[in-house]
């Protein structure tokens, strides 16, 4: 630490630290209600906020990159070229974050033509001169050569911007056996990825530092490179200029004229007011308490060295846990968690193969952990708690009902899982972590266990605090929902949680022999086909190589290039497909067979792994997967099995009733978007199609083609087909164009020809991106809203990108909705009415139930009617009925 009689000199490399910030926080967890990321800039003043804790610095600055581009780029224009381009998240960050920083008396450098570690070497060299304890944050190595008897290198981990490595020069000479202005004369042998400097060739750190230690610089390594023995001493003497280039670029600038010095850096005091207002356009409510708690003099660092620390984010105390089973936890119950008291808290503690061992379960002030062991103690109090209506809230219920039910328990009563509100908050993000999600709503930190104890200590509060966090986390995201996703929340997804998780729990019967045989026979196929492509070209080559793939394609048999990539030219199945079109040959169509081929097979095996000892395939459907509020289907994932093919077909057929159910029962949405787009447009029209129930296609084709819907040919069919549903898209002349392989000109004409007859579908779709712009989201029918930051944003390819998403979304969204009221509305009336008869899957608009012997017609009628009138549109819902024996048979 610094002598107390020592000023202190904190200087910062502000872009370094940003990125690293905004790699180490979830980008999807902080975002503004403007829709503007801010992971970086919270990250940034957090880590600001405990250096001002730990280090007291009197003297304070941050510096910045302006561009790419400095001296250095004018010598080497390839200098940081292999660098990749800025995340789109990262857009606009440091703006603000320099606003921020502005407004808490912090100052900002930046220098044309100068990169940040030139402002901080130049500031470091000065400080130290004029009796400075110096301390300098950044990520970049080449930072290393400051480091003195006054300067301290603090260098984040690669966990983030809160663990910092500090190097002095011991602690430098421990590291690399050199002295810290040796670091570059290293560096500039071995090369520096990062900076797209190349070294010598055969010459790693070792080997450098052998050489410096033994002649003592670098310009004496290359005065005697011909005593250099080996092939790296060749090396060496070939290349020796690269290490000269490499020294001059990374020889950091200690004398860059700056406006201000050491001096002028004394910490300033913090303007509130103008970080309220910055800080209030972030969201950033916890950074905010401990910013004011600095400007107040309670925090560490603050002007005048007060010597109070700097809390991290801190909220309620957590209550006390107590373990409690028998007599002790149904009183607990009774006192705590009956109907008439507010929701708790319920967290499972899983075991290694995912039973239950325990529960946690919490209320606002009270929580505690009930060890579970089947069979043993009095659990009848509980057992009949978790499946009564009391309220609770659970994160990831889906996962915890599942459990719960193998364990011989139950669930219900399920009031929230911060899980799915935080989704329905922020449909694009990732991570719905607990703790993630705490820290983001709450900004408290959830305890995690120390990933280095190899052997956990005895906590048995665990799984209690997490359904005390569970609790709050639920409660806050909940108070941030608008009424319409409040409604979604509780009476459509809260709902579908048993129903899908009993379907997990059921699965589907399986003709496993049958997936061997598929599988067996496609492999013959694949090899087949492989053959008569080697045949092609006269030799084997991996089909499943990119590299290999080029050489083939665009040098031994000389066709066109395809989309340029880092790595050459596209393989993909896109861009051959284009090719073999326009230039057609026998390799590329044995190619695109054999790849077929592989695809599918790879499809069955990952079917054939699934099924369990009982012969069933369980799929798990993913609540949280989409942005649009669809149903995903993971582990196997039975939403990519193809429908129109053969070998599509043979996979479905392997999908079988139980031997002790008498059939399979396939219920659909027939054109189900279109049918939205009929409502939420009002194009009498289209309402006029559906409500006659005339093929939608054909009379589409008979106003455009202005010919009898009869005379309307399959080609015209096609074409009306494919623009009716692209446009609902995004869909473009262009995209139309290809997708129907006819000129862009024609396309244009068709959709020209389309919105003159369907007026009322234009201005709908002119519409709903105006009003998502205005708003920021659009919505659904049911009140489900999806946000659109980027439909304002300044980056072209991400708000156009956005405008196609926005276009579909009310019209995807509802058709989830839909679906799932669907869902909710069979499963009720099957259990209302004791049927035994079950839901077994949901794939896109299709429901499959399992049917038991002598309920057929009765699930047919429960099927028809709650899929029919799951919504009230200005057309009907046309529902298709199928039955057999297995999926594929009772397909219609």
């Known amino acids: 630490m610094p002598s107390a009689a020592k000023p202190t000199l904190l200087v910062i490399d502000g872009h370094s630290l940003a990125f690293r910030a905004f790699y180490a926080l979830p980008v999807d967890s902080f975002v503004n209600r403007e829709g503007q990321h801010t992971n970086a800039i919270h990250g940034f003043i957090s880590m600001l906020l405990n250096l001002l804790k730990n280090e007291k610095p009197t003297h304070l600055a941050v510096a910045f990159d302006i561009s790419r581009y400095s001296f250095r780029t004018r010598e080497y224009p390839e200098y940081k070229g292999t660098r990749s381009e800025t995340p789109a998240e990262f857009v606009g960050q440091i703006p603000l974050l320099q606003e921020a920083l502005h407004a808490m008396g912090i100052t900002t450098i930046t220098k044309e033509d100068y990169e940040a570690d030139d402002i901080l070497a130049t500031l470091a060299s000065r400080g130290s001169a004029s009796g400075y304890s110096v301390f300098v944050v950044s990520g970049d190595r080449d930072a290393i050569q400051m480091v003195n008897d006054d300067v301290t290198l603090l260098y984040p981990s690669a966990r983030g911007v809160t663990d910092l490595t500090r190097y002095d020069r011991d602690k430098v000479y421990e590291r690399y056996g050199i002295e810290p202005h040796q670091y570059p004369e290293i560096a500039a042998l071995v090369g520096e990825s990062s900076d797209n400097l190349i070294g010598v060739d055969k010459v790693g750190e070792k080997t450098a530092v052998k050489w410096i230690t033994q002649f003592g610089s670098l310009e004496e390594v290359i005065a005697h490179r011909d005593e250099i023995k080996g092939v790296v001493g060749d090396r060496l003497r070939e290349q020796y200029e690269r290490a000269e280039r490499n020294r001059r670029l990374n020889r950091l600038v200690t004398d860059v004229e700056l406006p201000v010095g050491p001096d002028d850096l004394e910490r300033r005091p913090i303007d509130v007011a103008a970080v309220r207002e910055v800080f209030d356009r972030l969201q950033f409510r916890t950074l905010l308490e401990r910013v004011t708690a600095l400007a107040d003099g309670t925090g560490a660092g603050a002007a005048g060295g007060a010597a109070a620390p700097v809390a991290e984010p801190t909220g309620p105390v957590a209550p006390v846990v107590r373990t409690l089973i028998d007599e002790e ?406 995209g139309l164009s290809k997708q129907l392989r006819i000129e862009t000109a024609e396309a244009r004409q068709l959709m020209t020809d389309y919105f003159a007859r369907f007026g009322a579908v234009r201005e709908y779709l002119r519409n709903v991106v105006e009003q998502a712009r205005d708003d920021g989201y659009t919505e659904t029918i049911f009140g489900r809203r999806r946000p659109f930051a980027d439909l304002k944003s300044t980056n072209r390819v991400l708000r156009e990108n956005a405008e196609r998403a926005a276009l579909n979304a009310p019209i995807q969204g509802s058709a989830a909705d839909i679906m799932k009221i669907a869902m909710l509305g069979v499963h009720e009336e099957l259990v209302a009415r004791e049927l035994r008869s079950r839901v077994l899957l949901q794939v896109h608009d299709e429901l499959i139930v399992e049917v038991a012997a002598g309920e057929a017609e009765e699930i047919e009628d429960v099927v028809r009617r709650r899929m029919g009138s799951a919504a009230d549109l200005r057309v009907p819902l046309d529902v298709s009925v199928g039955l057999g024996e297995s999926w594929d048979a009772a397909a219609h």
């Open 329 to 734: 936890l149904a009183h607990w119950l009774r006192t705590h968690a009956g109907p008439e008291h507010p929701a708790v808290g319920v967290a499972v503690d899983y075991g290694p193969d995912g039973t239950v061992t325990g529960l946690g379960i919490a209320a606002s002030d009270d929580s505690v952990h009930v060890p579970w062991a089947s069979g043993r103690g009095d659990y009848l109090a509980l057992e009949s708690w978790l499946v009564g209506d009391s309220p609770k809230v659970v994160h990831d219920a889906k996962r915890a009902y599942k459990a719960l039910v193998r364990a011989g328990l139950g669930l219900a009563g399920l009031a929230g899982d911060p899980r799915i509100s935080a989704w329905l908050l922020r449909p694009g993000r990732t991570s719905f972590a607990l703790a993630d999600l705490a820290y983001e709503h709450l900004g408290e930190r959830l305890p995690t266990a120390d990933p280095n104890q190899l052997v956990p200590a005895e906590d048995a509060g665990g799984v209690a605090l997490e359904a005390w966090f569970a609790l709050r986390t639920s409660a806050e995201i909940e108070s941030t929902l608008d009424e319409g996703s409040l409604r979604v929340l509780r009476t459509i997804e809260l709902p579908l949680v048993p129903v899908l998780g009993d379907m997990e729990l059921t699965g589907v019967a399986t003709d496993r022999p049958a997936l061997r045989g598929l599988s067996a026979r496609l492999a013959d196929t694949a090899a087949t086909l492989a053959a008569e492509a080697f045949e092609v070209i006269g030799r084997e080559v991996n089909l499943g190589s990119p590299k290999q793939l080029q050489e083939v394609l665009f040098e031994q048999l000389d066709m066109p290039k395809t989309r340029a990539m880092k790595t050459g030219y596209s393989t993909d199945a896109g861009s051959l497909a284009d090719l073999q079109e326009k230039h057609p040959h026998p390799f590329l169509d044995l190619l695109l067979k054999h790849r077929d081929a592989t695809k599918l097979r790879q499809i069955i095996d990952t079917l054939d792994k699934a099924v369990d000892d009982g012969g069933r395939i369980h799929t798990t459907y993913d609540q949280t997967g989409t942005t649009t509020g669809r149903i995903s289907s993971v582990d196997p994932n039975l939403q990519n099995i193809p429908v129109k093919t053969e070998v599509g077909h043979a996979i479905r057929a392997t999908f079988r009733h139980s031997s002790e159910y008498e059939t399979l029962l396939t219920a659909d949405y027939s054109q189900i978007e279109m049918r939205i787009m009929a409502h939420l447009s009002g194009d009498e029209g289209l309402i006029t199609a559906f409500t006659e129930g005339e093929d939608l296609h054909r009379f589409v084709g008979s106003r455009i083609f202005g010919v009898e819907p009869s005379d309307v040919s399959p080609l015209m069919r096609t074409k009306v087909k494919a623009m009716s549903y692209g446009l609902a898209y995004g869909l473009s002349a262009f």
